[in-house]
């Protein structure tokens, strides 16, 4: 069975600074990789995906994440942060033909940039 | 709309009662999920439309969670006799990809979710 980690329920941040927010997953099978971003009173969007390729992806508002297949994890990045990045944070993943491509969430990381 | 719309936003329900919460997709979009949200905690999968057919319904928690999508497009949840343990965040998300083309439809459209709570 799949399950995500997300190894941080909070991260505190300062404005300009850069930020990591950590994932591992754990699955028998190969996986296609999702960090979806849900800022205050509103649906999840999604903010960048691994399906294949380049091990680096880029997102939306100067997110990046990396896939490592050997350490099973998906950590998102980005250089420096700003105030409006202040959101919830969840990593998700789903098999590979897998039927639905059903998605498998993190508990979520709560990311509050400070000024 | 643009976007995914869910019905009610917010609802409060006496324990026992009966409940259904609607989600409106994007046009077009073939596939249909329902997610649970519980407090604190990531989405859980509920059930998987394809236009009309329910392919996956493993997530739905009892057989009092039934849903449908009789004509591909809106959908509806609905909760019969709940319970405190009901209470939740219920998420629709849509996607324009089917189940073939597997990972693409992970890249979703959540609408705001309904949220539930259960006295």
């Known amino acids: 069975a799949q399950s995500v980690t997300q190894l941080d329920s909070q991260v505190p941040v300062f404005e300009e600074a850069p930020v990591e927010l950590r994932c591992n997953y754990s699955s028998s099978v190969s996986v296609y990789l999702f960090w979806y971003v849900q800022y205050p009173n509103q649906g999840l969007q999604l903010l960048l995906k691994?399906?294949?390729?380049?091990?680096l992806v880029k997102g939306i508002n100067g997110f990046e994440a990396e896939f490592n297949k050997s350490q099973t994890s998906f950590h998102l990045r980005k250089p420096s942060v700003h105030i409006s990045d202040t959101a919830e944070y969840f990593c998700a993943v789903s098999e590979l033909y897998n039927q639905g491509g059903k998605l498998i969430f993190g508990q979520g990381t709560e990311l509050s940039v400070k000024p | 709309g643009a976007g995914v719309s869910q019905s009610p936003r917010y609802k409060v329900a006496k324990r026992g009662q009966d409940v259904a919460l609607r989600c409106d997709p994007i046009?077009?979009?073939?596939?249909l999920f329902w997610y649970q949200q519980a407090l604190g905690q990531g989405p859980e999968f509920l059930t998987y439309f394809q236009n009309e057919a329910q392919l996956d319904k493993s997530g739905l928690p009892s057989d009092r969670f039934f849903a449908e999508r009789p004509e591909g497009s809106v959908s509806t949840l609905k909760i019969q006799r709940t319970q405190q343990e009901d209470s939740a965040v219920y998420l629709c998300a849509s996607s324009l990809f089917p189940r073939a083309a597997s990972g693409r439809t992970g890249e979703l459209f959540f609408g705001e979710g309904s949220r539930l709570t259960v006295l």
């Open positions: 046009s077009g979009h073939v596939s």
């Open positions: 691994y399906l294949s390729g380049s091990t």
